[in-house]
Nanobody, 124 residues
């Protein structure tokens, strides 16, 4: 079993950047495919980005494509989400997710492990 802890959220002006980190413990992150999801107030949790355990496969939601980048450092047992050109509609709690196969980390319902979330607010 793996425990996930997100950090790096905060308040930023629209157009600014933030880098979220997800630190894993309990088991090596290299054994999991990883993803980021987000949940805005009053909305369902939605997929943002995913990366395979080797880092060779990545999937990015259309809503953030060209602005957000997912990466991982298995030696540091961590996954990252670089967010550039932030918009007010990116405001949400961002969650790190892990799964034993790539397909399960693409959908909220099948994710196996969740972090507690970190809040991102992009002000206009």
């Amino acid at each position: 079993q793996v425990q996930l802890v997100e950090s790096g959220g905060g308040l930023v002006q629209a157009g600014g950047s933030l880098r979220l980190s997800c630190a894993a413990s309990g088991r090596s992150v290299s054994t999991y495919d990883m993803a980021w999801f987000r949940q805005a107030p009053g909305k369902d949790r939605e997929f943002v980005a995913a990366i395979s355990r080797g880092g060779d496969i990545r999937t990015i939601a259309n809503s953030v494509k060209g602005r957000f980048t997912i990466s991982r450092d298995n030696a540091k047992n961590s996954v990252y989400l670089q967010m550039n050109s932030l918009k007010p509609e990116d405001t949400a709690v961002y969650y790190c997710a892990a799964g034993s196969s790539y397909s399960v980390i693409l959908k909220t319902a099948t994710v196996e492990y969740w972090g507690q979330g970190t809040r991102v607010t992009a002000s206009s």
